[in-house]
């Protein structure tokens, strides 16, 4: 059987046409990104059989729609669990009860994630005898997932599913998913509008705009890209995937390795080996044309300029860098680039000002 997502969707809608072409990892965090009423929501609902679109839908070589040959199986055919915004429980059950019903959708030798395994890896074990009335809204969602998970799906569909929850329960309930991405080997298609939400969970990007794929490929290539509109917003970031190496006691400073070389945090209490996602903002980010003259800057990285773009501001411009595989953007001012005459393909040092920890 062949590996992967094949998504081929076409679907007319009242203020535009979806027709997503794409080919997806068939493992780790897809997220769906784009502006309310991009189509993110479609495509999972044409992925699901929620809406009939034309085409063709294939998770990791089981086809559950392939328009040539005919084939549509029913939403209730297709092996796959849905969160969604609200996590629309039983109310007459308790959590106990909800997440039964979810097991109870596949037959016992069907079963890929036991009830013990979805108890601990949402941490819900305390929550079963109560009813659903006495969650909190995070807690909901973590029983909602729960129950998605123990139908055993081949595919996990979320949609928004942080998006009716205030600042403290997001931050409550995004353990749990980074989780999810971590130790399942279930592929998840998360639709999202939040750009802090993306960076810390997903491994692959899909930018949508009107119905059309704008742009398919790893996160940290589509964040470095500057023909997108992702380098054009006045946060825009790059998410880089370090391990740290050692923790320096004297400086309290924790050091992480990239794809080649390294950079210092804060210390950060994580175990020397253990992978760290970080995100470093283009605003963050100064050129300098060697590494001879000292800097309060730590984290100094030879880098190469791949190219350049606008930015939101006229006096500005963007850079794009490769640091030895680590990609990165820089917003400069245009009279920084001609006073130090930066050029594509020139060798440059990257300084990074600052870099956050996510999660």
């Not at 969707?9 to 784009?34: K, W, Y």
């Amino acid at each position: 059987m062949s590996g992967g997502l094949d998504l081929r969707c076409r679907l007319p809608l009242a203020d535009f046409a979806l027709e997503a072409d794409l080919s997806l990892p068939g493992r780790g965090v897809t997220a769906l990104f784009g502006p309310s009423g991009s189509g993110k929501t479609t495509l999972l609902r044409c992925v699901a059989g929620l809406a009939r679109a034309a085409g063709r839908v294939e998770i990791n070589g089981e086809c559950w729609q392939d328009d040539a040959r005919r084939i549509f199986l029913p939403t209730h055919q297709r092996a796959l669990g849905y969160v969604f915004q609200e996590a629309s429980l039983f109310a007459h059950l308790s959590v106990k009860a909800n997440l039964e019903f979810g097991l109870k959708r596949i037959a016992p030798a069907e079963r890929k994630v036991g009830w013990d395994a979805a108890l601990e890896l949402l941490g819900i074990g305390h929550l079963l005898e109560r009813g659903t009335g006495a969650l909190s809204g995070g807690e909901r969602q973590r029983v909602a997932i729960a129950r998605a998970l123990l139908t055993s799906p081949r595919l996990l569909l979320m949609d928004e599913p942080l998006a009716a929850l205030d600042a403290r329960r997001k931050q409550e309930i995004l353990p749990y998913l980074e989780r999810l991405h971590d130790e399942l080997a279930i592929p998840i298609l998360y639709v999202s509008h939040s750009p802090d939400e993306v960076a810390r969970l997903a491994d692959h990007l899909v930018l949508l705009e009107q119905g059309r794929v704008l742009a398919s490929g790893p996160i940290a290539e589509l964040q470095a890209r500057l023909d997108l509109p992702l380098a054009l917003d006045e946060d825009a970031a790059v998410v880089v995937e370090a391990q740290v190496l050692e923790h320096d006691e004297a400086y309290a400073l924790t050091r992480l390795g990239l794809a080649r070389g390294s950079i210092q945090v804060t210390r950060k209490p994580l175990a020397v080996g253990a992978r760290a996602r970080i995100k470093i903002q283009a605003r963050d980010v100064s050129i300098a044309l060697s590494a001879d003259n000292p800097s309060s800057i730590v984290n100094r990285l030879p880098a190469r300029i791949r190219g350049f773009g606008e930015a939101v501001h006229p006096a500005q411009c963007l850079v794009s860098l490769d640091a030895g595989g680590t990609l990165l953007l820089a917003r400069i001012t245009r009279l920084s680039r001609d006073q130090l005459d930066l050029r594509e393909g020139m060798e440059v040092v990257a300084q990074i000002k600052s870099v956050a920890l996510l999660g």
